[in-house]
């Protein structure tokens, strides 16, 4: 092994214990990372999903069957996600419909703590 700092082989060991809601870790370049939503903030879940382009009353809908529901596969969560995607559920932006079903789930995965 060579002395000279530009040719000397570097071995890093890394653990991590992260405990907690929101532990989001992030390695390498140009990374970048948020957590919109935060456990149990109706608000933040109900502001994420009018970004997403959700109407209001779509909004209140789909916060209230996170809520109730409190399972990323409950039927209702599952049936308001096929109208996003159909298209039944108008959208106020030009996001796709999928995106916008996979960015629904993330939310509800924060507000859930099951990120």
Do not use: C, W
């Amino acid at each position: 092994m060579s002395t000279e700092p530009a040719l000397a082989q570097m071995i890093f060991n890394i653990t991590n214990n992260i405990f907690g809601d929101g532990t989001n870790i992030a390695a390498g370049t140009h990374i970048g990372q948020r957590s919109v939503v935060q456990r149990g903030d109706l608000e933040s879940l109900r502001a994420e999903a009018t970004r997403l382009g959700l109407q209001s009353v779509d909004s209140d809908e789909y916060v209230e069957i996170v809520k109730s529901e409190s399972d990323l596969h409950g039927s209702r969560l599952s049936n308001f996600l096929d109208r996003v995607r159909t298209g039944s559920i108008h959208l106020g932006t030009g996001i796709a419909v999928d995106v916008v079903a996979g960015a629904l789930i993330e939310a509800a995965k924060q507000f859930l703590g099951l990120s």
